[in-house]
């Protein structure tokens, strides 16, 4: 099962997390934001969904083979059943998926011995989890394609999905990794990428409260970020 293709969410996931201490690089809910806007990229390449002035719309609404993207499919509206407008506002399911999404990526990629998770506690109380690199861990992999596809400025549509993604979610390596060039691009990359600009306007909506007091409605936990 470890030699299974990995799909965006998984490869964000590998990306974004330390291989050794199992932390997010960049805030967990927006770790989360990232892993639920991969899911929508990865339906969009595998033709079963397409977007519409920031709407999701089910294009084909059989489920795939991957369990998981069937899960997300069904949970938008089938074609024709929307209403009017029709679809999902995809930043608007991008926020109520974000917190399932990273979580159940996560497990699948515990089972699969890509990560394996360590229970710890807050002050000695509250419980949290990291998800260090397991034996079939292929993080490494996942990075080595991320740095050649930028080094050859990502010429194929998954590579440029997966490096908007990475940036929207602020993941340090590559907002500001490599020249003023390759930064320049790729927040242009967040910019075209419609599922990876879902994930930027909650990100900056979570900044924005939390500038002014407020509660940003996701806070900085889920399973991918909490305690140190």
């Known amino acids: 099962m470890t030699g299974a293709a990995l799909t965006l ?23 989360e934001y990232g892993v639920a806007g991969a899911a929508l990229a990865e339906l969009e390449l595998q033709g079963r969904i397409a977007e519409e002035r920031g709407r999701v719309v089910v294009v084909n609404p059989l489920d795939p083979p991957d ?10 509206p089938p074609p024709g ?3 009017f407008p029709s679809g999902a506002s995809a930043r608007r399911w991008v ?9 159940l990526y996560l497990d699948a990629l515990v ?6 998770r360590e229970t710890r506690r ?18 490494e992999q996942v990075l080595r394609g991320y740095e ?20 929207a979610v602020e993941l340090p390596a590559v907002v500001r990794g490599g020249d003023r060039r390759a930064r320049a691009a790729t927040r242009t990359l967040v910019r075209e ?13 979570d900044k924005a409260a939390r500038a002014g007091g407020g509660g940003s409605g996701g806070g900085d936990g889920g399973g991918n970020g909490g305690g140190d």
């Not at 089972?111 to 394996?116: F, N, S």
């Open 148 to 167: 050649e596809s930028r080094a050859a400025g990502h010429p194929d549509r998954r590579g440029r999905l997966l490096a908007a993604l990475a940036a």
């Open 9 to 31: 969410p998984e490869e964000l996931l590998l990306l974004a997390l330390d291989p050794v201490r199992g932390k997010p690089y960049c805030r967990g809910r927006f770790l």
């Open 81 to 83: 059943k929307g209403g």
């Open 111 to 116: 089972e699969r011995g890509v990560l394996r």
């Open 122 to 139: 807050f002050l000695g109380l509250l419980p949290y989890h990291r998800h260090p690199a397991g034996p079939g861990s292929r993080a």
């Open 95 to 103: 926020r109520q998926a974000g917190r399932r999404a990273g979580g």
């Open 67 to 76: 369990p998981l993207l069937a899960v997300f499919l069904r949970s938008l």
């Open 193 to 205: 990428e419609w599922p990876a600009q879902a994930v930027h306007r909650n990100v900056r909506q």
